[in-house]
């Protein structure tokens, strides 16, 4: 009797642990088939399209990382990445076709003017609209699902003037690529608010081609002595050259915008002894920052960047806000990112009421084609 009671509690035993580890296969199949999904919508074929590349790269890179770490709530991330084309309507239609997709955050987009259009559609939704790349300020101060890491043209405006007058500057002009309207005009509006000196601007589409000559003639006409280049990498880098064909000699500034591998690649030399105002320093000196270029390096065979950095940035900090809000929807995210300080890759973080940042703004310049670090402004 000793012994069927021993055998049968053996046999119920085995029975006992065959059930639990089917539930556990189970429990793993099922986690494998119900990842979270976030939408990455960027521009990857439009103009600028290159830098495109180093955010998705950044992006993809940290849906690695977090994954190692168990992911959100013990759900993988499954990062869906759309190409707007650099264009309002692409960018509409690719986000409706990840809201459709039940993603709960959509991380785009990678200019102003696209985050523009895609941002009535996305915030309407529960949907957190989410970048590290859109500058605007007709966005800036409102209680809505729009958050961002990067600061915006106001804040930029706000420090070139401080810039242009430290160093005595009295005429500027500005050239001004109208592929990314929203964030231009709103650069050149802030920086005129606070620079009252002389101020001329040359507006021009890359979409259209462009007549060098002529912007050349109309930007030197009034002999500024500062040019700042509200452009992108390649375009600040083909206007470089004709400053330099052209003999220019005083002061040149561009922006983040232009802070990409591309602009060396485009300048041809010309970009030594530029500057640059950007919330993004060159290199960082942490254990964190140092893995990520190797990381960067080891994955995508490409040295890290400021439009790599931001997004890796920007999706590690989401993935620590989702892993402690209510639920996974917009409005719940949302609040987790108000609620806290975030120690990120690129310093610390903090959101304000409205989902705006505000971060240390840095002169970088060109030397020996690096950017480097010349202090915070």
């Known amino acids: 009797m000793k012994t069927t009671n021993s055998f049968f509690h053996k046999r119920t035993a085995i029975r006992l642990l065959l059930s639990l580890f089917s539930c556990l296969i189970l429990c793993s199949c099922e986690n494998k088939q119900a990842p979270v999904i976030i939408g990455l919508c960027i521009n990857l074929s439009g103009p600028g399209g290159v830098a495109g590349e180093h955010i998705r790269n950044g992006a993809l890179l940290a849906v690695q990382d977090i994954n190692k770490a168990g992911g959100i709530k013990g759900h993988p991330i499954e990062l869906l990445v759309r190409d707007d084309g650099g264009t309002g309507a692409g960018a509409v239609e690719e986000d409706r076709k990840l809201i459709a997709a039940g993603v709960p955050v959509i991380i785009g987009h990678s200019i102003s003017s696209t985050t523009m259009a895609a941002y009535p559609v996305v915030t309407s939704q529960d949907i957190l609209l989410f970048t590290a790349y859109s500058a605007t300020t007709k966005l800036t101060g409102k209680q809505d699902l729009f958050f961002r890491t990067c600061v915006d043209c106001e804040l930029y405006g706000k420090k070139t003037a401080k810039l242009l007058n430290k160093r005595g500057i009295r ?34 589409s890359q979409d259209n081609g462009g007549d060098w000559d002529t912007i050349m003639s109309k930007l030197l006409k009034k002999r500024p002595e500062a040019i700042i280049l509200l452009t992108e990498a390649t375009m600040t880098g083909v206007a470089l050259q004709k400053l330099r064909a052209r003999g220019y000699s005083g002061f040149r500034l561009a922006t983040l915008w232009a802070q990409t591998p591309e602009l060396f690649r485009y300048a041809a030399g010309a970009a030594e002894g530029l500057s640059v105002i950007s919330f993004i320093r060159p290199t960082i000196d942490s254990p964190q920052f140092r893995m990520f270029q190797y990381e960067m390096q080891q994955e995508f065979h490409e040295a890290a960047n400021a439009r790599s950095a931001r997004s890796y940035e920007l999706m590690m900090i989401l993935a620590q806000a989702m892993n402690h809000s209510q639920s996974l929807t917009g409005t719940d995210i949302a609040a987790e990112l108000q609620s806290k300080t975030f120690q990120s890759l690129l310093g610390k973080v903090t959101f304000d009421r409205f989902g705006d940042v505000v971060r240390p703004v840095y002169e970088l310049t060109v030397k020996e084609g690096r950017f480097r670090i010349i202090g915070e402004i």
């Open 171 to 204: 005429s500027v002009a500005f050239l001004m690529d109208m592929t990314n309207p929203d964030f231009v005009n709103d650069y050149y509006r802030a920086t005129v608010k606070y620079f009252r000196h002389a101020v001329s601007a040359v507006k021009f």
